[in-house]
């Protein structure tokens, strides 16, 4: 990568181009499960061994309520099967777990709204192919859920395919500064859609309409808000609720400890926070003081993993901040890629992020607690919303495809060769059809997956917090 670096960026398309020779840009179409595949369910029962036993059946619970549903809980699945494509050799830092949901807005230090991937616990650098095509498959699952017809659905996947491919070829003849700040504005997106689906005026004018309300609900967001969702007064402060097993406080995990015991277990691993982040950061956190403490059930596939909230309080009761504290396990790509530059888990995933976001969270930072696991800190909510692709019909789900590829062209293009993997794709629609391609096939493997599973909740083979799941 370093001689890539010194070379223009034409010769490093060149460079990209070659390498096809050992990796037909045609041959990303391939997809057929090899005769050893691992059984699918094997594989999510080998994560559920490092997870909260009580929490493993309402993780099943999320994942069986649909096939895209079941497609964002089986990164692990996704990545054993991504290991036996062809790649182009071109590595850079990549999500790991790239479907549409792990796509949203947050706020950025200077209080923009902006749009970016927003989960990376996978976080290692590998073939940027792998984000793709998981990107990709994700908007051929989400199509079908929605009820599309397949010229939609193709329309859809080849659009996320193809606003990557235009980014990176943009990107890469721009300066390296240009491109390590460039990202997604809330005020970027209406234009970009309008333009990109041809709206007409009234199209254009609902689109307006509909953003202001989401991005004025969204900014709303706060840890004020979380706040009022989640805790409550007691003699005059704030404590977090109980409401087993979704949130629980954790004297109430921890009934053998007493208030001193778990007062010490906290402040070791705030101090260890503390100490990752940089000085200026630890300066604005003297400001508040820690006050509650909670397990909190989180998203789809993390669920069963030890995910805390910490409440603190700055001024006033009014005054609140709310961080997440959630455990970083070994990424699903570990066991197909050279080892993490990091030992431990919450940095990698708190590295992997700086790298690919252009703007981050400010809290971001790292602990190990001394009960058990590795962990990584940030804002419970900070202006974060995600958009509910479920109620999208064929052109929103086409506009949003674009809005993805290019996010996630931005993220490769940070840390990785932009020239290379644009001179790699190339200009014509060879690439895009061979990933579109992919992206069908690869549903209809998912798919028979979400039946293995699902039948084996219907065995007892694996527990599920319901006790009927549809078929």
């Known amino acids: ?75 692990r699945i996704m990545a054993s099967d991504l290991a036996t ?19 949203g807005f947050y706020g950025s230090a200077e209080r923009d709204l902006v749009f970016d991937i927003n989960d990376f616990d996978e976080t290692l650098p590998g073939p940027w192919e792998w984000d793709l095509k998981r990107l990709a498959t994700s908007f051929a699952i989400a199509s079908r859920h929605n009820g599309f ?3 939609d659905i193709r329309r859809a996947v080849e659009m996320s395919v193809r606003a990557y491919s235009g980014a990176m070829h943009l990107l890469a003849d721009q300066p390296a500064l240009r491109r390590w700040y460039a990202h997604v ?24 309409r509909n953003l202001a309300q989401f991005f004025a609900k969204t900014m709303a967001r706060d840890s004020r808000q979380a706040l009022s969702k989640l805790a409550t007064l007691v003699d005059g402060e704030h404590r977090f609720i109980s409401d087993p097993p979704f ?8 009934p053998s400890f007493n208030s001193q015991q778990i007062q010490e277990v906290l402040d070791s691993s705030f101090a260890e926070y503390r100490a990752s982040l940089p000085d200026h950061m630890r300066h604005l956190l003297n400001r508040y003081r820690m006050l509650h403490t909670a397990l909190k059930v989180v998203g789809v596939g993390s669920v069963g993993t030890r995910c805390f909230v910490v409440l603190f309080e700055g001024l006033d009761a009014q005054d609140p901040l709310i961080l997440q504290v959630k455990e970083a396990n070994r990424s699903v790509l570990e066991d197909y890629l050279p080892p993490s530059a990091y030992d431990h888990h ?25 009960i058990v696991g590795q962990y990584y800190w940030r804002q419970l909510r900070d202006m974060k919303g995600s958009v509910e692709t479920e109620t999208f019909g064929p052109l929103s789900m086409t506009g949003y495809a674009g809005m993805c590829g290019v996010t996630l062209a931005l993220a490769h293009a940070r840390a990785g060769d ?40 219907h065995t007892g083979r694996i527990p599920c917090a319901e006790a009927s799941v549809s078929r």
């Open 418 to 457: 932009a020239a290379a993997i644009a001179g790699y794709i190339g200009r014509g629609r060879q690439f895009v059809d061979a990933i579109a391609t992919f992206a069908d096939a690869y549903a209809d493997q998912n798919e028979r997956d979400f039946a293995a599973f699902t039948q084996a909740i």
């Open 85 to 103: 494509t062809p790649v182009s050799g071109i590595h850079t830092q990549i999500c790991g777990d790239a479907h549409l949901a792990n796509f």
């Open 346 to 370: 919450g940095r990698r995933v708190v590295e992997g992020q700086r790298v690919m976001q252009a703007t981050s969270d400010i809290f971001l930072g790292w602990s190990t607690s001394t």
């Open 1 to 75: 990568m370093a001689t890539l670096e010194r070379q223009t960026p034409l010769e490093r398309r060149a460079i990209g181009k070659g390498l096809r020779k050992q990796a037909p840009r045609a041959s990303h179409a391939e997809w057929s499960p090899a005769p050893e595949r691992p059984d699918p369910v094997a594989l999510l029962e080998e994560q559920n061994a490092q997870r909260i036993k009580e929490l493993v059946p309402y993780r099943h619970q999320r994942m069986a309520e649909s096939a895209f549903a079941f497609y964002r809980g089986s990164a």
């Open 247 to 254: 949130i629980i406080p954790v004297a109430d995990l921890l």
């Open 185 to 208: 504005r809330s005020r970027d997106i209406a234009p970009h859609l309008a333009k990109g689906l041809r709206l007409n005026a009234s199209q254009r004018a609902k689109l307006d």
């Open 149 to 151: 017809k397949q010229k």
